[in-house]
């Protein structure tokens, strides 16, 4: 998610929010942009290959069945990077506008 945050304000275009793909400004809570979500991808895909080669060293096991090992941590990581980007933005977005509606009805 800290690729997504530093590397999504690179993106040519504006990001867009999560929830009605509205394009907003930079640096809005809950606002996604391709390149950040890219970036969360190939941090999760570095993950995953980092896992899956820690794995094949540290364990014989792993070491026998070293490729579906790999393509499983991979496939994981990478899921697991953008799911998380997607999911930290919506969390983040909720959270917003919960605290917007109670201090504007306070």
Request: charged residues 15%.
């Amino acid at each position: 998610d800290t690729l997504a945050s530093e590397l999504g304000i690179l993106a040519r275009g504006p990001p867009r929010l999560i929830t009605t793909f509205a394009p907003v400004p930079p640096g809005t809570n809950g606002a996604v942009s391709v390149l950040g979500l890219g970036a969360s991808a190939a941090g999760g895909l570095i993950m995953g290959i980092v896992m899956a080669v820690s794995l094949a060293v540290e364990n014989t096991a792993c070491r026998k069945n070293w490729l579906s090992l790999a393509v499983e941590t991979v496939l994981k990581g990478t899921t697991a990077g953008l799911v998380g980007s997607l999911v930290r933005h919506h969390f983040t977005y909720l959270c917003r506008k919960f605290l917007s509606d109670y201090t504007t009805k306070a």
